[in-house]
């Protein structure tokens, strides 16, 4: 074989090679394509709104938060600089910073606010991320594949939330109570709050508004006849920074009597 | 070409064997955050990006500097670049491999990092800027090699070297431009949502650049006997000099639709940088510097009868450096995640591991340099003696 000829056949093969590999990619599954229950509850747009006046004291969103967390495995991680936190407790002048009241009432003042993933509609997060380890589902949740995320955090540059949490260090010797039908996460990957896609795929919700006692009240903000809809239709709600765009699927609303709202 | 590096003086053997040693060292603090992972650094869930993304950003301008010896050459036919051309190209090759190797430690799980090629994503900055950036690698390292082959050869470059310098003059833009809407495109991150970002990234670069350019070229003709002449030395520094001026003009754009609009977000950013913010002020001595080395850089440069002496240049130019490294490479990355989104102020000190890892990778840059800078003394040498 002279060296034309070994250099088409090399041509030949690589060709070969390519129309091989794309053939394959028809059979590749995207993470979003997950299989369905029967029972499966199912949106066009999941959404959460919370009922600030049911929680009162900071261990109704303690509750809420141990609970997540424990279900979840999500570590307990002391040193802030490397906490790792779904859903957690704000109080009104930082959760809504951009709303500069100087005169805010001693009431609204001194209520608790959890705060977790907005769920956007147009969530930044999705756009910037360089491997779609970040995706959007037909249903509105945003999710990882934490086996795709090459950790750049360029998400947590992006959500104006703070919503998001880098492993950045091991996170399964903090794991308090194991809970062995959750995932845990390898450290240097991203992680937040999934609105529990995977209870809702067995037909249940999530588990933080399981345990809320009332406080979020869970369903498809597109469909009007939905409870969340109904609450909204009753009640002044705030959502977090939408001037920006974002499209935030969490509103919250004062609650109670609406009084000092 | 390559067997020139394995012959040199004792001094440039010297000048390797540090490299190495730094190299060896900031590749064992690697080997740590690789087993340890990110927490060894001093970033944090709010400042979640420190400073290998601020060196990145820094170099990829670095990088995109060379183009200012390759317009007025190629475009404008200014013939006293004619020898340095290859120089800046081999800087944008070095500044290149840099900016990944520093992407590369910045990354949690970066045995993965394929997986930007094997799930290219449009909707990302970052999938664009790593085209842009390998783009860029590959057309300075092949029209720089090429054209050198043929010097060494006594021949003239081949044709299409002139097709990819013409088209590596936007390219250079593009990598900077690409790298600014990393930042520029974030909503909430008020010190970066800004249009004229990708303008000021491309005016520090324009000034960083060519300074180090220039000072590369003397201590060349320090050390060898590559002698670049006064006059492109010369005019390479007044473009210092605008350039310098443009990134000044540019910054203090910013500082007046954020004060005199008295938007308490896009103040917060500044005010965080020069006077401090909630008591935070870790960054105040860092800008007053880099405020302080600007205007007495373009002071220096300015007056011809200063320029002119070499000396003072060299100060000068200095100055400029300092002052776009510590205004881009260190301020502009770090004050974007001031305040975080709650309004709060989390500081940043970078941990001893994170700085012996970014010690060893510009070692890694000097190192590729110095090779890259050795082939071409050397084949210039062989030249003179033949013709």
Redesign the interface.
Known sequence: MNRRDFLKVIAAAGIGGIVVMEGLDDFRVEAAEMNKDSNALQAKHWGMVIDISKFQKPEDIQRVANACHQYHNVPDIKD????VKWIWK?DF???F??M?SKYLSEKIKTMNFPVLCNHCEEP?CV???????TFKRPDGIVVMDYH???????C???????AR??????PRPHIGMMNHDYPTR?????EKCTMCVERLNKGLKPICVEVSRGGIIFGDLNDPNSEVRKVLRSNFAIRR?AE???GPSVYYVIGGDEEGA | MLEKVLYGSKRYYTWIVFLMIIIIFGFTAYLEQFNTGLGITGMSRDVTWGLYISQFTFMVGVAASAVMVAIPYYLHDHKTFGPIVILGEFLAVAAVIVCMLFILCDMGQPTRFLNIVLHPTPNSVMFWDMCVLLGYLLLNLIIGWTILGADKKGISAPHWTKVLTYIAIPWAVSIHTVTAFLYAGLPGRYYWLTAIMAGRFLASAFAAGPALLIILCLILRKYTSFKTSKEAIQSLAVIVTYAMIANVFFFLLEVFTAFYSNIPGHMAALQYLFVGLNGHNNLVPFMWTAAILAFLGIGLLLVPSMRRNEKVLTIALAAVFIAAWLDKGIGLVLAGFVPNSFERVTEYIPSSTELAIVLGVYAIGFLILTILYKMVVAVREQSMVEH
């Open positions: 802030p600089k490397h906490e704000e002048e930082h959760a910073a951009e500069e930044m756009r910037v991320c360089p491997t779609k380890a795709r995320c090459i950790g750049c955090r360029y947590m540059a992006g959500c104006p939330y703070g949490s880098f492993n950045f260090i091991d390898a450290i240097g990957v991203v920074k920006l765009g974002t």
